[in-house]
């Protein structure tokens, strides 16, 4: 049996493995550290579709003259789900109230759900509490879901647009001393919040950006290499949070002001310069 990957000659020859199942089950894990999953699957010529998919996999391979594995990486999977998400919520919005009412169990076994779950625990838990009727709304969802795509479709793009969005909340996390000695909770709780959500998103641009392929991964900020910048960013967020959990106000406006605006402009301007530079 010859066995192809995207249309290309794959030098794979199955030693121990006598179906068809085997054969991709290795495949898989093989393609777990890639960053790719399998997508599609023709033999002989012919696409396997869902409905004969079970009794593909418990065909003898001594039986098969060519096998095609299709593969896409993750994000292009990712992109797909959202794709779909936005006509799920489409005919969620157009069902009845009793439809409704059971979408959310089917929609939380659909492939797109089981991908999101696992790629991105967030926004699944928001898009089940939607389906269940709870959460922000599906207008809310879905314009979390458009711009999950857009950092999916450009992530090196999308570093560049936040720019002014990161200056802002730079400024803010500043600012975050006097907003708490002087009574401005909301302010200080909506900064956290909006500082929060930013550096998530430089988090999730820059490990898109290093799995596909753009120069980031040796990025030097400062004098530290990024993956140990990261953890140091992750180490103070963890401290502000508590001592702001804890109502420590003083020792939270220190590090919001002299660690988290420094941590997130460099972060942002080291994964932004490295790729203007590429």
Known sequence: MDITINGVDADIRPETEKTVGEVLCALESWLADSGFRLSGLSVDGEMVGVE????????????????????SSIAELLAEAFCQLAHDLDAFEAAGFDERRSFASSWLLSPQAILI?????????????????????????????GERLRELEDPAGEIARIGLLVAEVCGRLEEFPLDTQTGKDARAAETINLFSGVAEKVFRLYYLLKMEGFPVGDIVVGETPIDGYISEFSAALRDMLTAYEQRDTVLAGDIAEYEMAPRLRGLHNAVNNAIIGD
């Open 52 to 71: 004969s998919m079970e009794e593909c996999f418990t065909r003898d391979i001594a039986t098969i003259g060519t096998l095609d594995i299709k593969t």
């Open 117 to 145: 779950a696992e790629q991105c625990p967030d926004f699944f838990e928001m898009a089940a509490n939607t389906f269940s009727g709870e959460g922000a709304g599906a207008q809310a969802l879905r314009q979390l879901a």
